[in-house]
């Protein structure tokens, strides 16, 4: 068994955490690039965990420019094992109003200007997405808002839009049609990144607006927006603070009954002989679990 290493990217609002114990600031070296920030290493409630900005200290980074795969890379050589994704999101439903939860299992992903894989030619691999987040990992955070009575909504399809401009009324519309539930900018690549990784993925998203179809609404404003992520920034770090120890109290990490932990087992699809030795020294963080020292 393995121990539990909790990551947490944070989102708009949320750049950073209280109440850590030995707490350590690294900026890991990545063959992808740089990361946002520092990765910030420390315990919390006899929890390991890792937690990185996802947009940067002071919000450097719009949804399209960030470096995914550096980030979550460096998670993975951080020895991180769960990631907790924390994200600002606009509703499309009544029901998802703005200040509650959403713990999201499903995505429709309209970005186009991002790198999606780590792989590529040399070292070609496609992995299992039908089911994009951890089950595991999602009963705890849905156990933690509750003990928490933030409200929270448990399921729901994530439009991933490439920003940074937000939706048009006729988008709005056409994305509430085809049965989205949330919409963001930040959870892709992200999402698909974590499972070549091997990392089981939660995402929670907050909600701030109705985007931009309803009619009581008006548009999007990024002011008013503001307003209700200062309270949900709140939320998110009591969310933290309990998920921790909920893990902790866990003990040893059992193997993800999802699969996410050997997404790679069956993903490979070049030949030994045919893989790239610099493809291979890229990926050394990302395949050393299925390549063991074949990567070096």
Not at 77 to 106: C, H, M, N, W, Y
Not at 112 to 128: E, Y
Not at 213 to 232: C, F, M, R, Y
Request: net charge negative.
């Amino acid at each position: 068994m393995t121990k539990t290493k909790l990551g947490i990217i944070g989102g708009s609002g949320l750049y950073d955490l209280e109440g850590l114990e030995n707490m350590q600031r690294l900026r890991l070296e990545s063959p992808f690039g740089e990361p946002s920030d520092e990765l910030v290493f420390g315990t919390l409630d006899g929890q390991e965990l890792v937690f990185l900005p996802r947009h940067g200290k002071g919000h450097r980074y719009s949804p399209t420019d960030i470096n995914y795969r550096a980030n979550i890379d460096a998670l993975k050589r951080a020895g991180v094992t769960d990631i907790l994704s924390i994200s600002a999101v606009g509703s499309f439903r009544e029901d998802l109003k703005p200040g509650d939860f959403v713990i999201v299992d499903q995505y429709v992903d309209r970005t186009f200007a991002r790198d999606k894989s780590f792989f590529g030619p040399g070292l070609v691999a496609h992995v299992s997405f039908a089911h994009p987040t951890c089950d595991s990992l999602s009963d705890v955070v849905e156990r933690a808002l509750k003990q928490e009575g933030i409200p929270c909504h448990r399921g729901g399809t994530y439009l991933a839009m490439e920003g940074p401009q937000f939706s048009t009324i006729a988008e709005s519309r056409m994305y509430r049609a085809w049965g989205c539930d949330v919409i963001g900018m930040s959870n892709m690549p992200e999402a698909k990144l974590a499972r070549e990784a091997e990392i089981c993925y939660c995402p929670v998203v907050m909600v701030t607006d109705y985007d931009s179809w309803h009619p009581d609404h008006g548009t999007v404003d990024v002011q008013e927006i503001l307003k209700t992520l200062s309270a949900n920034v709140d939320k998110g770090k009591r969310l933290v603070r309990t998920v921790a120890p909920l893990l902790a109290q866990a003990g040893d990490r059992h193997p993800c009954v999802k699969g996410c932990d050997h997404a790679l087992d069956t993903a490979m699809m070049t030949a030994p002989a045919a893989r790239d030795p610099q493809m291979l020294a890229r990926l050394s963080a990302i395949t050393a679990r299925v390549l063991g020292g074949e990567e070096k």
